[in-house]
Structure formats: structure tokens, C-alpha cells
């Protein structure tokens, strides 16, 4: 199916009909949102890194190696200020939240920027599989805790002067007394917290009761191959094993699925807003 108001039309139809609805969110997601981590607003907020390093992105600059401490977290202080703290909901996830709020939902989502919740779905309703930026941990995990990095992060930016910071305002692990982390999956000491294991049992329970034989719609928002066996492969694994369920991706890059699922999955190249748009215009 290439029209797009056909597509439109049957998505909307699908989305009407669908008894369970599942999100599952990366990157372009955020993107299409309006979180820069590489155009204009990037390179501006970021120009004295730029020129240092020659970071050609924000993504890139997450894993570069640092001499100091001081210097590796002035960087990331700013990171989680630029994407975490300082917007507000997007209007996109704002706009998502429409569509789906009165559905039967449940997200599950790579992205880190506390989006989802700052747009109104339920807590217990989001499952951030890679932590979260507004969250840090031991950097070796010695312990299954997660702290607030809010007042880390604004004394840090308070205190920064040529892209480093003095050390008596690096956060320090409360138990073994060495680096703090932010909370994102980037090693195997990646902290699976309470809060964390209780999102997983929960979504790991939506999916159980709603992925058999039931009208089930995958909204796939943004998903690449970076890390595709946390939602896109697992949708369409579902697709193959239910019949009355739909994946309606949204992808510039990567729109088409295996043959096999192919007749269930409705693609969207297009601009990602605009088709939300047209969705909740039609389902009015």
C-alpha cells in the first residue's frame, strides 16, 4: 500500500478497532520532536565543544573519553540539562498522547529524555528500557539504587568555567565512595533498580495478555537497527504469531519488515508529526 490517505484511512480504522495499543519509541522519535542533538540548536549550545573536539553530534560525544572526571562530567551536565531538564513536552509526544490516551496502552521505549511522562501518559505505563538522564548510579553498580542528578547537574553548570569543573562538585557513590554515572546502558554495569524491574514485569504482563489472538496495534515510532531486538524485532516476532495484529511503523529509513509480516504492517515514510496529525484528525 503506497497512497498515503489509504494508508491513513487504514490505520485509523486499525487504531479504532484495536483492543490493546503498544508504543515502542527510539530515537527518531525524539527527533522528529525537535530534541537536536545534531543541527542548529546543537552546535549552537554545544560550539566551544565543537571546536575542542570536533564532536560532530551529541550522540557522539556521550562516548568520548575524557582525561578527568572533571572534565567528563561538565560535558554530560550539560547533555542532561540541553535534553532533559530544559524542554518541556513536546508538542509531538503531547500530540501522541491524544491519540491514545483513552486506548488501552502500554510504551516501551530506548529513549532517556523523560518525554513520555512529561507529556501525560501514566507512569506505570512506560517502560524506559535504557535509563533515564535525569537518573544516576554507581559507575560499577555496586549497588541497585538510583539518585536524582537534578542538583548535580545545575551546580555542576553553575560552577563550570572552560569545560571542566572543580572536583568538590562531582557527585560521589554514597556506598563504595567512587565516580557516579549517568543512567544510561552504555556497559555491564547498567543499574536495574527496583522501579526498573517493576516497569519490565509490568510491560513483560501487557504484552502476555494482549499479544494472543487479540486486536493488538504496534505503533513502532523511530526504531532503527541500533538496538532492534528491544522493539523491532520483538513486534514483529508478535505480528507473526498473531494474525488480528498490526505494526504501523514509522520510518524513513528502514520502513519494510520481513515478508512474512508485510500484508500486517502499515509503513509511513513521511514526517512523522504530520502523519500523527492526520491520524487524530480522522479519528475525531
Given at each position: 500500500?503506497?497512497?498515503?490517505?489509504?494508508?491513513?484511512?487504514?490505520?485509523?480504522?486499525?487504531?479504532?478497532?484495536?483492543?490493546?495499543?503498544?508504543?515502542?519509541?527510539?530515537?527518531g522519535l525524539s527527533a522528529?520532536?525537535?530534541?537536536?542533538?545534531?543541527?542548529?540548536?546543537?552546535?549552537?549550545?554545544?560550539?566551544?565543544?565543537?571546536?575542542?573536539?570536533?564532536?560532530?553530534?551529541?550522540?557522539?560525544?556521550?562516548?568520548?573519553?575524557?582525561?578527568?572526571?572533571?572534565?567528563?562530567?561538565?560535558?554530560?551536565?550539560?547533555?542532561?540539562?540541553?535534553?532533559?531538564?530544559?524542554?518541556?513536552?513536546?508538542p509531538l509526544y503531547k500530540?501522541?498522547?491524544?491519540?491514545?490516551?483513552?486506548?488501552?496502552?502500554?510504551?516501551?521505549?530506548?529513549?532517556?529524555?523523560?518525554?513520555?511522562?512529561?507529556?501525560?501518559?501514566?507512569?506505570?505505563?512506560?517502560?524506559?528500557?535504557?535509563?533515564?538522564?535525569?537518573?544516576?548510579?554507581?559507575?560499577?553498580?555496586?549497588?541497585?539504587?538510583?539518585?536524582?542528578?537534578?542538583?548535580?547537574?545545575?551546580?555542576?553548570?553553575?560552577?563550570?568555567?572552560?569545560?571542566?569543573?572543580?572536583?568538590?562538585y562531582l557527585p560521589v557513590?554514597?556506598?563504595?565512595?567512587?565516580?557516579?554515572?549517568?543512567?544510561?546502558?552504555?556497559?555491564?554495569?547498567?543499574?536495574?533498580?527496583?522501579?526498573?524491574?517493576?516497569?519490565?514485569?509490568?510491560?513483560?504482563?501487557?504484552?502476555?495478555?494482549?499479544?494472543?489472538?487479540?486486536?493488538?496495534?504496534?505503533?513502532?515510532?523511530?526504531?532503527?537497527?541500533?538496538?532492534?531486538?528491544?522493539?523491532?524485532?520483538?513486534?514483529?516476532?508478535?505480528?507473526?504469531?498473531?494474525?488480528?495484529?498490526?505494526?504501523?511503523?514509522?520510518?524513513?529509513?528502514?520502513?519494510?519488515?520481513?515478508?512474512?509480516?508485510?500484508?500486517?504492517?502499515?509503513?509511513?515514510?513521511?514526517?512523522?508529526?504530520?502523519?500523527?496529525?492526520?491520524?487524530?484528525?480522522?479519528?475525531?
Amino acid at each position: 500500500m503506497t497512497d498515503f490517505d489509504d494508508k491513513i484511512a487504514l490505520a485509523a480504522d486499525r487504531l479504532r478497532d484495536a483492543q490493546a495499543i503498544i508504543i515502542g519509541a527510539g530515537a527518531g522519535l525524539s527527533a522528529a520532536a525537535g530534541l537536536d542533538y545534531s543541527g542548529p540548536e546543537f552546535k549552537k549550545e554545544f560550539a566551544d565543544y565543537i571546536a575542542k573536539y570536533g564532536f560532530p553530534d551529541l550522540y557522539t560525544s556521550s562516548f568520548h573519553d575524557f582525561p578527568t572526571e572533571e572534565e567528563r562530567w561538565a560535558r554530560w551536565a550539560r547533555h542532561i540539562d540541553y535534553i532533559r531538564f530544559r524542554p518541556g513536552a513536546m508538542p509531538l509526544y503531547k500530540e501522541l498522547f491524544e491519540l491514545v490516551k483513552d486506548k488501552n496502552y502500554f510504551v516501551i521505549t530506548t529513549n532517556v529524555d523523560g518525554q513520555f511522562r512529561k507529556a501525560g501518559f501514566a507512569p506505570d505505563k512506560i517502560f524506559e528500557v535504557q535509563g533515564d538522564y535525569g537518573l544516576m548510579q554507581c559507575a560499577v553498580g555496586c549497588h541497585p539504587k538510583l539518585y536524582s542528578d537534578k542538583e548535580t547537574v545545575d551546580n555542576i553548570l553553575a560552577h563550570s568555567h572552560n569545560l571542566t569543573v572543580p572536583s568538590e562538585y562531582l557527585p560521589v557513590c554514597p556506598v563504595c565512595g567512587g565516580n557516579m554515572d549517568v543512567h544510561v546502558r552504555k556497559n555491564r554495569f547498567f543499574v536495574h533498580d527496583e522501579a526498573w524491574n517493576e516497569a519490565a514485569g509490568r510491560y513483560e504482563d501487557f504484552v502476555s495478555r494482549n499479544a494472543t489472538d487479540r486486536n493488538l496495534v504496534m505503533l513502532e515510532l523511530g526504531v532503527g537497527y541500533n538496538t532492534p531486538e528491544i522493539i523491532r524485532f520483538p513486534f514483529e516476532r508478535i505480528a507473526l504469531a498473531n494474525s488480528h495484529s498490526t505494526i504501523i511503523r514509522f520510518n524513513a529509513d528502514y520502513p519494510q519488515g520481513p515478508l512474512e509480516t508485510r500484508k500486517q504492517t502499515i509503513a509511513f515514510t513521511e514526517n512523522i508529526p504530520s502523519v500523527i496529525d492526520r491520524l487524530i484528525s480522522v479519528s475525531q
